[in-house]
Nanobody
Framework: VQLQASGGGFVQVGGSLRLSCAASGRSFSNSAYARAWFRQAPGKEREFVAGISWSGSSTYNIDSVKGRFTISRDNRKNTVTLQMNSLKPEDTAVYYC?????????????????WGQGTQVTVSS
């Protein structure tokens, strides 16, 4: 399984960005994978941001992004999107997409096995 993240960039406070993560690999197309976005700010540990179950029926966001970030997926295209609105300086980080083969909906508690390369998001005040 390979994950390719894109869509990061530089934006001012209150702006929006849309991150995408494309998955590829023969095993990926035939199995159920939960998907997620993590982020890591300078000097901080990587943290879970948002996750979505394999079917898309369940999503989970951390409190600091609720109401601002929306995760969605298109299983026909094997892509996951993170729509980020009302961005704040504290959202500045490298964002990573991740995946794990599971039908579980405990999205924030899973150990994710596959990772993309990361995309930088910078929010300027």
């Amino acid at each position: 399984v390979q994950l390719q993240a894109s869509g990061g960039g530089f934006v001012q406070v209150g702006g929006s960005l849309r991150l995408s993560c494309a998955a590829s690999g023969r095993s990926f197309s035939n199995s159920a994978y939960a998907r997620a976005w993590f982020r890591q700010a300078p000097g901080k540990e990587r943290e879970f941001v948002a996750g979505i179950s394999w079917s898309g029926s369940s999503t989970y966001n951390i409190d600091s992004v609720k109401g601002r970030f929306t995760i969605s997926r298109d299983n026909r295209k094997n892509t996951v999107t993170l729509q980020m609105n009302s961005l704040k300086p504290e959202d500045t980080a490298v964002y990573y997409c991740a995946a794990v083969r599971t039908t579980s909906q405990a999205l924030g508690d899973m150990k994710y096995d596959y990772w993309g390369q990361g995309t930088q998001v910078t929010v300027s005040s």
